[in-house]
């Protein structure tokens, strides 16, 4: 089973920026759908941006303007360029790579913003 591991959190002030990205353990030939989601502490997982395999795009309504999902077209895996964050994105970021017969998860990686 592949496995997906995202980097690239930390702790950022307020107006700064992120870029996370998604590594998988192996080869991902195809898919369907990958994205970022995330989870703060008691609350449900939340969208924040998915590429559709035809490159469509669609982003939470809180990060449009501010976050960018792209595809690493090599290995089938997403990143997400964050900026102008603010505190409210503070989370646990995961990504996920889903096609017809597989739905990969990471383990999360920590976003912090605060001054």
């Known amino acids: 089973q592949v496995q997906l591991v995202e980097s690239g959190g930390g702790f950022v002030q307020p107006g700064g920026s992120l870029r996370l990205s998604c590594v998988a353990s192996g080869r991902i030939s195809s898919f369907d759908v990958m994205g970022w989601y995330r989870q703060a502490p008691g609350k449900q997982r939340e969208l924040v941006a998915t590429?559709?395999?035809?490159?469509?795009?669609h982003y939470a309504d809180s990060v449009k303007g501010r976050f960018t999902i792209s595809r690493d077209m090599a290995k089938n895996t997403p990143s997400l360029q964050m900026n102008n964050l603010n505190p409210e994105d503070t989370d646990v970021y995961y990504c996920?790579?889903?096609?017809?017969?597989?739905?990969?998860w990471g383990q999360g990686t920590h976003v912090t913003v605060a001054t």
């Open positions: 590429l559709m395999h035809g490159a469509n795009t």
């Open positions: 996920n790579v889903r096609g017809r017969q597989s739905d990969l």
